[in-house]
């Protein structure tokens, strides 16, 4: 079964930090460019970074630029988001999302407040 699976969400206080995770099954990430999006209350879904699949090009939504970094880890099939200074407007639920494949993580809820 082909599956993506975002774990690392929470509560934190601004200024805070948090490591999202997706790890796929079923698939192999590495053939793969991968994306991660979020969807804040009330809003559409945006996106917040990408990652070539070999991991030398990455891409951000100019918000988060120089607080959050989108890695992978193709011998672990893991893709990350560690999400610094982190701001009330950061929150929302993070989606994993490959766009070859058309899988889209289940998500998993960041709520950034005092």
């Known amino acids: 079964q082909v599956q993506l699976v975002e774990t690392g969400g929470g509560l934190v206080q601004p200024g805070g930090s948090l490591r999202l995770s997706c790890a796929a099954s079923g698939f192999t990430t590495s053939m793969y460019n991968m994306r991660w999006y979020r969807q804040a209350p009330g809003k559409e879904r945006e996106l917040v970074a990408f990652i070539a699949a070999t991991g030398e090009s990455t891409n951000y939504q100019d918000s988060v630029k120089g607080r959050f970094t989108i890695s992978r880890d193709n011998a672990k099939n893991t893709l990350y988001l560690q999400m610094n200074s982190l701001k009330p407007e950061d929150t929302g639920v993070y989606y994993c999302?490959?766009?070859?494949?058309?899988?889209w993580g289940q998500g998993t809820e960041v709520t950034v407040s005092s």
């Open positions: 999302y490959c766009a070859a494949r058309g899988v």
